[in-house]
């Protein structure tokens, strides 16, 4: 079976730009997370959606938005791209909310803002 | 709030040697912990998580960790370092009401020397 994908794997950007990134979850996965991973740093929460509702978000600045689509992938949108916004971006899905499910990680993204 | 702390961000031990990556947790509800080991340029995968059941916990590649509620610790640990084991470790904390937010330590670079 598949795992978690993200697209595109690499992007460079420039400041004040605005970037998409994709995210496909395994596949009877309702639940996708989107962390940042700044380097030599620990991913950061950013969102959470589950049956395309936005059930959690961290402590990011309004540029930051996702949806999630009916059939459970996501986007993370950032616009105003900003230095500071260069980092990994990962997604992880899982079967479910609450109990014992576990996160599966995606390879990432790396974002390069210039 | 929920929180962890990794205690030493490099860690070098010599092939065939223990592994002892400590992690201690903060949390006002009880945890639910994991270890994800990162290789270059991937993405985060599980290791192992305690999910209130059995404090002593087996994963893959030989590791395991316990849980300990009076010290507030999951260290991980794994009897013999193979080279193999050379990565970043991330111990990561959250709650039973949604396991869609981890909260991610800072992260332990493991060395092993031939």
């Known amino acids: 079976d598949a795992g978690v994908t993200q697209s595109p794997t690499h992007l460079i950007k420039t400041r004040g730009q605005q970037v998409t990134l994709r995210c496909s979850p395994i596949s009877g996965h309702k639940s996708v997370s989107w962390y940042q991973q700044v380097l030599g740093q620990g991913p950061q929460f950013i969102f959470q959606y589950y049956e395309k509702e936005e059930r959690g978000r961290g402590n990011f600045p309004d540029r930051f938005s996702a949806r999630q689509f009916p059939n459970y992938s996501s986007e993370l949108n950032v616009n105003a791209l900003l230095l500071g916004d260069s980092a990994l971006y990962l997604c992880a899905s899982s079967g479910g909310l609450a109990g014992g499910y576990e996160q599966y990680f995606g390879p990432g993204t790396r974002l390069t803002v210039t | 709030a929920q929180s962890v702390t990794q205690l030493g961000s490099h860690v070098s031990v010599s092939e065939g040697a223990l592994v002892l990556l400590r992690c201690n947790y903060s949390s006002s509800v009880p945890p639910y912990l994991f270890w994800y080991v990162q290789y270059p340029n991937q993405g985060l995968q599980l290791l192992l998580k305690?999910?209130?059941?059995?404090?002593l916990v087996k994963g893959i590649n030989g590791f395991e960790a316990e849980f300990k509620k009076s010290e507030t610790s999951f260290h991980l640990t794994k009897p013999s370092a193979h080279m193999s084991d050379a990565a970043e470790y991330f111990c990561?904390?959250?709650?039973?009401?949604?396991?869609?937010?981890?909260?991610f330590g800072q992260g332990t670079t493991l060395q092993v020397k031939p």
């Open positions: 990561a904390v959250t709650n039973s009401g949604n396991t869609g937010k981890l909260i």
């Open positions: 305690y999910t209130s059941a059995a404090t």
